[in-house]
């Protein structure tokens, strides 16, 4: 069974742009949700969609916003890029609340 | 709010010595319990879950216990191996229909050859 797959592993962007990251969850998971790490703060809850509806959200500002496809695929979305956006962001999924499984990462660095 | 802390921030072994790492939490009333290790920029590797009805689990040479009570769980590995060294984090799920975890902030284990 394929793990939860991130993509773009990496990205440069500089302040005021958009980003978007994606995530496919391991097959048959349709909870994910996303967290932000960072040295400072560690790691922190973003949101959570289960059946393309957001759950729960993270105490984090508007500009971070996700959604979810059909086939429990995630993205999120980030919009004018702040220097502290910098992070790695981490999706997971899981099967009804149990194991979380999580992606690879994408390292976003914003210039 | 649910609080999670691992002390110590780091530790070395050396190779071949068992060990614990420690989790302790603020809130109780958790659903379960998940154990991970992160390797220097990579993604999260899923070690243990543990129930709130489950007082341990055991996968190969690490075992992780749970005192619900005390709000403590411990995480012992045993023959530690060079291919250990990793940040080991703990994660608290607080509530049945809510998938967030609360993660504490790591400890980062260096096994000494």
Known sequence: KAGVTQTPRYLIKTRGQQVTLSCSPISGHRSVSWYQQTPGQGLQFLFEYFSETQRNKGNFPGRFSGRQFSNSRSEMNVSTLELGDSALYLCASSFRYNEQFFGPGTRLTVL | ?113
């Open chain 2, 1 to 113: 709010k649910q609080e999670v802390t691992q002390i110590p921030a780091a530790l070395s072994v050396p190779e071949g010595e068992n060990l614990v790492l420690n989790c302790s939490f603020t809130d109780s009333a958790i659903y379960n319990l998940q154990w991970f290790r992160q390797d220097p920029g990579k993604g999260l590797t899923s070690l243990l879950l543990i129930q709130s009805s489950q007082r341990e689990q055991t996968s190969g040479r690490l075992n992780a216990s749970l005192d619900k009570s005390s709000g403590r769980s411990t995480l012992y590995i045993a023959a530690s191996q060079p291919g250990d060294s990793a940040t080991y984090l703990c994660a608290v799920r607080s509530d049945f229909g809510n998938e967030k975890l609360t993660f504490g902030t790591g400890t980062r284990l260096t096994i000494i050859p």
